[in-house]
């Protein structure tokens, strides 16, 4: 079992950056392909970035492309999202999902494909 916690969401006008954070604890997370999803008010959840855990592969959503950065420290468990040139279609609450997986080089990018989720951390931006 992972349990997974995301912090680091908030308040910020546009063009602004924040960075969000996804602690992992109960396993080991160096084996876990992780990503962000997010989910707007009224819209489904959708993918933002995923990473494998060797971190050499990534995946971006054409939203995220250019502005955001998923990396991690799998010494202290944690994934990052580092989001620049933030806009108003930003504002969703962010989700950290993971799932094990076998090879270094596996990435995820379906929310059926996750297994493990953290409560979100919510992401405002404003105009």
């Known amino acids: 079992q992972v349990q997974l916690v995301e912090s680091g969401g908030g308040l910020v006008q546009a063009g602004g950056s924040l960075r969000l954070s996804c602690a992992a604890s109960?396993?080991?997370?160096?084996?876990?392909?992780a990503a962000w999803f997010r989910q707007a008010p009224g819209k489904e959840r959708v993918i933002v970035a995923a990473i494998s855990w060797s971190g050499r592969t990534t995946y971006y959503a054409d939203s995220a492309k250019g502005r955001f950065t998923i990396s991690r420290d799998n010494a202290k468990n944690t994934v990052y999202l580092q989001m620049n040139s933030l806009k108003p279609e930003d504002t969703a609450v962010h989700y950290c999902a993971a799932v094990r997986a076998s090879w270094g080089g596996t990435i995820y990018t379906k929310e059926s494909d996750f297994h493990y989720w953290g409560q979100g951390t919510q992401v405002t931006v404003s105009s």
């Open positions: 109960g396993r080991t997370f160096g084996s876990y392909v």
